[in-house]
């Protein structure tokens, strides 16, 4: 089985930075796509961001100019620059993985979300 564990969500002011990061791990052959997700209470969980194996980029409308993904590849990890924070930004964050566990078998894993929270 693969695992995604994300880090770095929490409290942050309108105007300020956070960056969140995820981690796969376990069996893992290939890992292709990786993105970001949101979900705010009460609404669906909405795209933010992917970033394939390559390096190509997607951004959601809502944060294009403020928000950044990358990723390691050599660490399995996926990273997002939330910039200029938002009172609308409060979400939980999810990882996603679409992962190849061998020639096979590929799978799509989540994380277990983080919380962000723009308050001031």
């Known amino acids: 089985q693969v695992q995604l564990v994300e880090s770095g969500g929490g409290l942050g002011q309108p105007g300020g930075s956070l960056r969140l990061s995820c981690a796969a791990s376990?069996?893992?052959?290939?890992?292709?796509?990786m993105g970001w997700y949101r979900q705010a209470p009460g609404k669906q969980r909405d795209l933010v961001a992917t970033?394939?194996?390559?390096?190509?980029?997607n951004y959601a409308d809502s944060v294009k100019g403020r928000f950044t993904i990358s990723r390691d590849n050599a660490k399995n990890t996926v990273y997002l620059q939330i910039n200029s924070l938002k009172p609308e930004d409060t979400a939980v964050y999810y990882c996603?993985?679409?992962?190849?566990?061998?020639?096979?078998?590929?799978?799509?894993?989540w994380g277990q979300g983080t919380q962000v929270t723009v308050s001031s």
């Open positions: 376990g069996r893992i052959f290939r890992i292709n796509a």
């Open positions: 996603n993985a679409d992962v190849k566990t061998d020639w096979n078998n590929r799978y799509d894993y």
């Open positions: 970033i394939t194996s390559g390096g190509s980029t």
